[in-house]
């Protein structure tokens, strides 16, 4: 790795050494959501595909494929197929969560209505049980629909976890191995398998995927809160407006005990939130550390990250994806 | 055949005659809706499942790999498969219409509430696609998952068409194709495949269970006028009030011409809807013997449905097969 390339973020590092593979899954991707009965389907798909996202997902089956010298056509259909599913996922997530925005554009179900997003997402579903089931491969079909089981299992279980002061940090790893770590363990899981590698190096892109996940929204959690240092800001409280309880806010409401607990119970159990609320909730997410805690937990998650890659054969690819893993924390150094 | 069997309606008769299988087939569901973590799904899934549906579908598909002698225990399976993905149909159907009641009981979005459907939906989908992969056929997933597909163009294609004047015959069966039929007939269609016949009759049961189900379909919509006599009374005239094209209707606009042209803008196109104009509307549909010609439609698919059949080994399912493509129209008769 010269020194040019260790100032590249590792995602472009990837998107650039994966850069045909990734030609390719757009191509396949675009015509697989045509529909050629019902035009809204693509309009809606597209809407969301073309705004940008990273394609972090299809990226982790692409690379773990290669870095084991896949050379078939089925990297590139699983790749697809997870990108499906992280789609459709975020239609039915967006009418849950009745957002109003995605990935900087206004949601679908804001532009079109919710119904075009529950039936366009469970179009993409079923496309994307198509592409798997083109692989052949009933080893990573299984992988696959257990993976959909569990995001939407963690789905339900946020949706039921929220407001529930009691939720423990076990219950919150349950909910965030559903709607995050299980997509991404079972990418990079399957590009191992479809590589016909030994078991040991397809539990390992599994343990990598899976504490990735885990680590990335962990981040993502104290991100919103404004980072470590608990800064207010723009969109800094979602998820305390939303009632969520995410490990930040799991950690300081065991730390802050029966003295501060009038206060969660009025604003999240019984979700009455008045002016200053949100100021006091990141005073006591820092007075009792909080956010630091949960820092050290995503740096370990990261860590374990990496150790799993130890597994996979020497590769540029692999080096990538544990660059990944330092990258993922790098958001709350 | 007795003459005691010959009063009894072909469903019941299916019913005892796969009674040992469909106690399989209840007892795979429990056990697969259950939910380690998230109780919302069993609760969720059995206020639905246990509401008494007739369970059409997988009985077809039982009955279709018992008339071929299949002796496997993946029949069960693929039955269990057909229910879960009709059930999830449901869910994510009564948040797109915003229904109130389903089987004679208030829908799960308004128990719950429209995320809890979504969400179990997509669970119950994902469930699906674990059981049929256990079956180790990818023949039969790939029927499965393309069926999925269907389904899911025709709700959008609906959604699209409904207040669309333009909507044509060929559109209409697009649709119930889709929303119907496309379940049905890879129901039977699997079930022949699981008992590995020959081609001919696998297609066989595919235009078995195409036809009935358009002619369900086309029975259905009739019925929602208050069938052929077009009758006013309870709960007649759902469709026109949503404004969904269905077959009735599309022959009545069809037939009216410019002369009824004002009054299908005014009530379908632009959704005023007053006094008396339901009743116009039932007038407009006897006048120009719209339901007359939707019934003989109906009569013509059923009657499809039945010579398809004649390509099955004679068994005495297969009969009662038969009989429910009489049965299906017996209620428009």
């Not at 593979?21 to 191509?27: F, G, I, R």
């Not at 179900?109 to 083109?134: I, K, P």
């Not at 490990?247 to 979700?271: C, H, Q, Y």
Request: aromatic letters at 6%; hydrophobic letters at 45%.
């Amino acid at each position: 790795m010269s020194l040019d390339d260790a100032s590249t973020k590792p995602h472009d590092r990837l998107q650039a050494a994966l850069s045909d593979d990734l030609a390719s899954v757009a191509t396949l991707i675009r015509a697989r959501m045509a529909s050629e009965h019902a035009p809204r389907i693509p309009e809606v798909t597209a809407h969301l595909v073309e705004a940008g996202g990273k394609r972090v997902r299809p990226m982790m089956t692409l690379a773990a494929a290669r870095a084991c010298g896949y050379d078939g056509p089925y990297h590139v259909h699983l790749a697809a197929t997870v990108e499906f599913i992280h789609t459709a996922t975020l239609l039915h997530d967006d009418v849950v969560d009745e957002s109003e925005q995605r990935r900087g554009r206004p949601s679908a179900n804001l532009l079109w209505d919710n119904q075009s997003s529950v039936l366009v997402g469970d179009y993409l579903f079923a496309r994307s049980f198509q592409l798997m089931t083109e692989t052949g491969r009933l080893d990573v079909l299984r992988v696959l629909s257990d993976a959909a089981a569990t995001i939407a299992e963690g789905e339900v279980l946020q949706l039921t976890a929220a407001q529930d002061l009691s939720t423990s940090e076990d219950t919150y790893l349950k909910i965030v191995r559903g709607k995050t770590a299980a997509l991404f363990s079972a990418a990079t899981q399957v590009g191992g398998m479809i590589a016909d590698v030994e078991p040991r190096v397809v539990q390992a892109f599994f343990d990598y995927g899976d504490a990735l996940g885990i680590s990335f929204q962990i981040v993502d959690d104290i991100l919103d809160f404004g980072g470590v240092s608990a800064q207010t800001g723009k969109n800094v409280g979602d998820d305390f407006r939303e009632r969520k309880l995410t490990l930040p806010l799991i950690k300081a409401i065991a730390a802050g005990g029966d003295k501060d607990r009038p206060f969660w119970v009025k604003t999240i159990e019984k979700g009455v939130q008045d002016e200053g609320d949100l100021e006091t909730a990141l005073d006591l997410l820092r007075s009792h550390g909080a956010l630091e805690a949960a820092r050290s937990d995503a740096l370990m998650w990261s860590s374990k990250a990496k150790a799993a890659l130890e597994e996979v054969p020497d590769d540029p690819l692999r080096d990538m994806l544990r660059d990944l893993a330092d990258y993922v924390v790098e958001r709350i150094a």
